[in-house]
């Protein structure tokens, strides 16, 4: 179902600090999960993406964390640039469905 | 990667009338969805859109609201009928190839109904 809530989770850094933002899922059967960035006007942008088989997977900049104990996900950006300010949506999908599950989303706002 | 071109961008309608968005893509793709992302909140699917037959709706989401039309492997169409002000919202059209491993999106139709 849709998510409840009017306003997004918000994570404030400077510029050249690491980022980490979060995402819990509900569905243990969820075995690919992708990270979208969604910046102002525009629809989403694939970032990474990890399989259930892995834990980690790194990107330029960016790495994703998978921990299937706790169904957590994480994305961490290195370096963080204001270019990178935007909504950050994690995303799931299970038993081969072509069709993504999207998590709340977090609003990066990086000041110079 | 395909390119996603959505029309209208934004638009602003009157309660009662109807509104079709277009999105068309630049390659043929096996997979077209639309999605609503109301203000302030993640996506929602509405449908998806199916080349030659009728859309497969979500749940909450009915084909008399929200006709759409897949004629070929390039595009589709969504129309929101009989808008509300609860309509208002962005609604995108994503595709997918490649056994569905990544999803790329259109820019959205921004609608607000007045």
């Known amino acids: 179902g849709e998510s409840v809530g009017l306003h997004l989770p918000t994570l404030s850094v400077q510029e050249g600090d690491n980022s980490i933002i979060n995402c819990a899922y509900s569905?243990?059967?969820?075995?690919?999960f992708i990270w979208y960035k969604q910046e102002s006007g525009k629809g989403p942008q694939f970032i990474i993406d990890?399989?259930?088989?892995?834990d980690k997977r790194q990107g330029q900049r960016v790495t994703v964390l998978l921990n299937k104990t706790v169904k957590h996900l994480s994305l961490q950006i290195a370096a963080t640039q204001p270019g990178d300010s935007a909504v950050y949506f994690c995303?799931?999908?299970?038993?081969?469905?072509?069709?993504?599950?999207f998590g709340r989303g977090t609003s990066l706002i990086v000041h110079p | 990667s395909a390119v996603i071109s959505q029309k209208p961008s934004r638009d602003i309608c009157q309660r009662g009338t109807s509104l079709t968005i277009q999105c068309q893509v630049d390659?043929?793709?096996?997979?077209m969805f639309w999605y609503r992302q109301q203000p302030g909140q993640s996506l929602t699917l509405i449908a998806t859109?199916?080349?030659?037959?009728?859309?497969?709706?979500e749940s909450g989401f009915v084909i008399d609201k929200f006709p759409i039309s897949r004629p070929n492997l390039t595009f589709s169409t969504l129309t929101v009928s009989n808008m509300s002000p609860e309509d208002s919202s962005i609604y995108l059209c994503?595709?997918?190839?490649?056994?569905?491993?990544?999803?790329?999106f259109g820019q959205g139709t921004r609608l607000t109904v007045v």
């Open positions: 569905n243990s059967a969820s075995d690919y």
């Open positions: 390659s043929q793709v096996t997979m």
């Open positions: 995303a799931e999908t299970s038993g081969g469905s072509y069709i993504p599950t």
């Open positions: 994503s595709v997918s190839d490649r056994g569905g491993t990544e999803a790329f």
């Open positions: 990890i399989r259930s088989n892995m």
């Open positions: 859109a199916n080349q030659g037959s009728e859309a497969t709706y």
